[in-house]
């Protein structure tokens, strides 16, 4: 039944959507249909333990309680985190630790709004700029409204589209389809925070005042992020309104640094790798965005890709830098108007993350084993090496056998070549096994 099985599997082009064997996909749904007998091959995603997966005392903190059980779904880990803050969802141990990071940020920036200076910095910049406290806090959102010319531009294209990353004004970027690829990868299904309310919004627009040092607000912002080493364009909805509400009262209403002093770094006994970087922080929002879009255009990306990019809802500036100086890590290879078309069709922000982390994996793949030489795409991001081998970025937190993967690992266009899949997380025995028997090497 095995071998009946690949077999079908392997009649399947690199797109997915051809029909042999009883096995069907559908361009458009991206649905994959096996029979009743080719599903009893795949292997149920794995329950887990969390205090199996870290260490103990990452799951209990002052502020958070981290749920005993994790889901999988085949390619991610769903951790999930009960907070002081709110509720919050971890696809891996590395964004588990960056939740974590955040939920203590969380803490510090609620203690500073409680002192005595950050309610009169508040006060006072509220007094200055016309707003009465009570309207701002019972009815944010009105508030945003009536941005002038000049300066909405300035919020459209650098605040809002930088803050959250996922606040974007009738753009969704995106527009090259091929046969949906993007929107197959990991983490499909998982919704994204929206934060509407910020007090710089209010302030600006309802006073009309726009002459301020916006510069010197984000400077701020930027350097208490950095303080407290979480990313400032965080998803993360609470922790981008803390720090909005913090830079403001230090920026506008005269808290100063006494708010950079008060903040402390993050400290954990056991630490994992963050993935925020120093040009996160040392670099303001406007520079970055140049520097991507030069970049990308040096690189050969069209202005209609590298636009769509820039103003994507799944891509914070965060991730957009990320992806830029992947890709141009692998300058010297082949095919990168074909990531960014993959990169430009994913419908949420876990599948963004999924596309930047291939390319950061190639391009270290790149640097420290074998020179990549062509960039392609087969339902998700492939390297070439100059020797002709086959090389998949697979940054996924637990991997078992399952249908896509089934499916993926059999293709004819990987007939006949060296093949390896570089893992960042765990792997079943079994997904594993499989694997090895089709001729990969499992890498990690």
């Excluded at 205090?51 to 769903?78: K, R, S, W």
């Excluded at 959102?141 to 990353?165: E, K, N």
């Excluded at 600006?204 to 979480?230: E, H, P, S, W």
Aim: net charge positive.
């Amino acid at each position: 039944m095995k071998k009946i099985l690949l077999f079908s599997l392997a009649a399947v082009v690199a797109n997915g959507c051809s029909t042999s064997g009883g096995l069907k996909s559908d361009c458009k749904t991206n649905a994959i249909v096996l029979s009743a007998e080719q599903e009893k091959q795949l292997e149920k995603a794995p329950t887990l333990k969390a205090d199996e997966i870290v260490p103990a005392i990452l799951l209990t903190g002052t502020n958070y309680q981290v749920d005993p059980v994790v889901m999988t779904d085949g390619f991610l880990m769903q951790f999930k985190i009960k907070s002081d803050f709110g509720d919050f969802e971890a696809s891996s141990p590395a964004t588990l630790n960056d939740r974590i990071f955040e939920i203590s940020a969380l803490a510090q920036l609620d203690k500073i709004s409680k002192t005595d200076a950050f309610i009169q910095g508040m006060k006072h910049s509220l007094v200055e700029f016309g707003i009465d406290i009570k309207d701002l806090v019972t009815s944010p959102i009105d508030s945003i409204t009536g941005i002038p010319a000049g300066i909405g531009r300035f919020f459209q294209r650098t605040y809002l589209t930088t803050t959250t990353g996922l606040d974007r004004i009738g753009n969704s970027g995106g527009g090259n389809d091929l046969c949906g690829s993007g929107k197959t990868l990991p983490g499909k299904n998982k919704a994204y925070v929206k934060n509407d309310s910020n007090a710089v919004m209010a302030t600006a627009n309802a006073t009309g005042k726009v002459a301020i040092n916006l510069l010197g607000y984000f400077d701020q912002r930027r350097m208490l992020a950095k303080k407290l080493q979480v990313d400032p364009y965080t998803t993360n909805a609470p922790l981008a309104k803390a720090l909005d509400d913090t830079a403001w009262a230090s920026f506008a209403g005269g808290l100063g640094i006494t708010a950079l002093k008060m903040a402390a770094p993050v400290t954990m006994a056991i630490n994992m790798t963050s993935r925020v970087s120093s040009w996160v922080w040392d670099m303001p929002p406007g520079e970055m965005r140049v520097f991507n879009e030069k970049t990308l255009l040096a690189m050969g990306v069209s202005q209609e890709k590298t636009d769509h990019l820039l103003s994507h809802k799944m891509y914070t500036l965060t991730l957009q830098g990320r992806l830029v100086r992947g890709l141009n890590s692998l300058s010297y290879a082949s095919g990168h108007e074909k990531v960014m078309d993959l990169a430009l069709t994913v419908e949420s922000y876990l599948q963004a993350q999924f596309v930047v982390e291939s390319v950061e994996m190639l391009a270290n793949y790149h640097n420290s084993k074998q020179a990549i030489a062509k960039l392609d795409v087969s339902g998700t991001v492939v390297g070439h090496t100059k020797a002709g081998n086959i090389v998949v970025p697979a940054p996924v937190s637990y991997l078992s056998w399952n249908k896509r993967l089934n499916i993926f690992s059999v293709k004819n266009t990987f007939k006949g070549k060296q093949k390896t899949i570089l893992l960042t997380g765990q792997i079943t025995s079994r997904a594993k096994k499989e694997l090895e028997g089709l001729g990969w090497i499992v890498s990690k």
